[in-house]
């Protein structure tokens, strides 16, 4: 009986500490978009002088998501959510500067702007799967929680069950893009 409840306890550390893993993962993909944004407003601000309030509403959004801070030792449902509604919001300012750049046919035309813009997409795709990748772990973990007889031992060890990505109310309409 002692070796079951050893093993299992091990198997719910390991399960957490790979919802734990995944959520770096998110962060780094965050990251990487937080980075990538300043050298894609330089690239069109250099280039084209449109709608300056494009560009203040993406400053904006990079600075907010900068400021969201989450423990990575002990996430939970709100700072998922925190950070989460920050980051959508920069995505959907970074967005918004695609969409109004797409008035630029010498803007697309330029090496450098159609680089960062592949890069900005294939990070918006890293964002996706390690969202994915961490609802994976929190629901291989939350399954390990509940199941009878383990729950009794995440009871009595305090393992509870935790919360993933869900989608945004709404979303599942496509939104109107408006020049």
């Given amino acids: 009986m002692a070796v079951y409840f050893i093993v299992s306890y091990n198997s719910f550390v390991k399960k957490e500490e790979k919802v734990k893993q995944q959520w770096s993962e998110v962060q ?9 944004i300043p050298n894609l407003v330089n690239t069109v601000k250099g280039i084209a002088a449109f709608e300056q309030t494009t560009i203040v509403k993406l400053t904006e959004a ?14 939970n449902a709100t700072d998922y959510q925190k950070q989460s509604d920050a980051q959508d919001e920069l995505a959907g300012a970074a967005n918004n500067l695609l969409v109004t750049i797409e008035k630029y ?6 090496a450098s702007f159609r680089g960062l813009q592949a890069q900005l997409e ?24 509940r199941s009878f ?10 393992f509870k069950v935790k919360e993933g990505f869900t989608a945004d109310e709404g979303s599942d309409k496509s939104k109107e893009i408006k020049f």
């Fill in 28 to 36: 780094n993909s965050y990251q990487r978009r937080m980075d990538l």
């Fill in 62 to 75: 990079r600075a907010k998501a900068a400021s969201v801070n989450v423990d990575s030792n002990n996430p």
């Fill in 105 to 110: 046919p010498d803007l697309q035309a330029t």
């Fill in 122 to 145: 294939g990070t918006e795709r890293r964002i996706k799967f390690a969202r994915k990748d961490f609802n994976a772990a929190v629901a291989d973990f939350n399954k390990t929680v």
């Fill in 149 to 158: 007889p383990k729950n009794l031992v995440a009871g009595l060890f305090g």
